[in-house]
């Protein structure tokens, strides 16, 4: 997986180049050249190591190394069993085959449901409580889920959706996709969703779906 490949490679560099508690790690971009992957993985890699507490960011700084790695690196902390772009790219495809087939599937309830979801994720947001508007954000997309009325890609796809509460998926949302205009668009596009579950429109569903995963994409890629 080259998000454990990325890890391993990036504890590498911390021991083999002798740097110390304090030192600052070299930039995204020129980790993503130096380990060979993307930014988006370089930051799932920095994100695991601030997670088991080895890195730190530090506001308009950069990311500095506040312990050293051990020479293994215990994967528990985090859910690295597919790479965040893998797994991101799995659930837009299984919502969107939901989208095209099952639409019809939506009750009256289940649509309630992710709008009160929504409505959380807004309210908390406006309140700071981060660990809140992901276990609303966890709650939509596990409703969304039950639309495809078949329990192995239910419980598959919410078994991709909780990665959004582990403690990499938290330092990504924290650093990455915490800002008001990530936010409010991403608020907007989950409304986007529940009108056209509401109005049985495939195609409208299908593509905001699309700019959902797309939104998520652009935020950790740049």
């Known amino acids: 997986m080259k998000g454990k490949q990325a890890i391993e490679k990036l504890k590498k560099l911390i021991l083999t180049e002798n740097m110390k508690v304090g030192d600052k790690l070299p930039n995204e971009r020129t980790l993503a050249d130096m ?31 506040v312990k050293l790695p051990e020479n293994f690196v215990n994967f528990k902390n985090g859910f690295l069993d597919y790479d965040i772009d893998e797994l991101i790219g799995a659930r837009e495809m299984l919502e969107t085959m939901i989208a095209r087939e099952f639409v019809k599937n939506f009750s009256h309830d289940m649509i309630q449901d992710m709008f009160g979801a929504v409505q959380g994720m807004e309210t908390n947001f406006n309140k700071g409580e981060l660990d809140q508007v992901i ?6 997309h596990r409703i ?79």
């Open 35 to 65: 380990l060979g992957v993307s930014r988006i993985i370089v930051r799932e890699a920095i994100s695991y190591l601030k997670a088991c507490g080895i890195v730190e960011s530090r506001h308009g700084s950069g990311n500095y190394i």
């Open 135 to 140: 276990e609303h954000d966890v709650r939509f």
């Open 144 to 222: 969304f889920s039950q639309a495809c009325g078949n329990l192995l890609i239910t419980s598959f796809l919410n078994q991709l959706v909780d990665y959004m509460k582990t403690k990499v998926w938290l330092h990504l949302k924290m650093d990455y996709l915490w800002d008001r205009d990530y936010q409010e668009r991403s608020i907007e596009i989950h409304k986007k969703i529940i009108e056209a579950i509401a109005h049985q429109n495939s195609q409208a569903l299908a593509e905001a779906i699309h700019r959902h995963y797309n939104n998520i994409r652009q935020h950790l890629e740049f």
